[in-house]
């Protein structure tokens, strides 16, 4: 089983930029899909992108298109999410997702598309 860990989270000033990293364990990483989903306090859970397998393909809310950029080393066992141009409604936990196997392909963006998750790393922007 792939499990998540996400890092490189942190306090940002509005405008800045930052890089959100996720090592997954497991040898079979480069068969998964892979997500990244945000909470801010209040809120549900809401999809910011996700990638397949090889990379080929990406998925990015209305939200954080033209902003946010995600890939993948498969080499390393990681995802990582580019956030720039950060505002402050950007802020919240961001968590990790493993897709499942069916979507290998595909990008899904529905969180009952994704089957294992980390913990969270806060991101927080300040105006």
């Known amino acids: 089983q792939v499990q998540p860990v996400e890092s490189g989270g942190g306090l940002v000033q509005a405008g800045g930029s930052l890089r959100l990293s996720c090592a997954a364990s497991?040898?079979?990483?480069?068969?998964?899909?892979m997500g990244w989903f945000r909470q801010a306090p209040g809120k549900e859970r809401e999809f910011v992108a996700s990638?397949?397998?090889?990379?080929?393909?990406?998925t990015y809310s209305n939200s954080v298109k033209g902003r946010f950029t995600i890939s993948r080393d498969n080499a390393k066992n990681t995802v990582y999410l580019q956030m720039n141009s950060l505002k402050p409604e950007d802020t919240a936990v961001y968590y990790c997702?493993?897709?499942?196997?069916?979507?290998?392909?595909?990008?899904?963006?529905?969180?009952?598309?994704?089957?294992?998750w980390g913990q969270g790393t806060q991101v927080t922007v300040s105006s």
């Open positions: 990638i397949s397998w090889n990379g080929g393909s990406t």
């Open positions: 497991g040898r079979t990483f480069s068969s998964y899909p």
């Open positions: 997702a493993v897709g499942l196997p069916t979507f290998s392909s595909y990008s899904p963006t529905r969180p009952a598309d994704f089957g294992s």
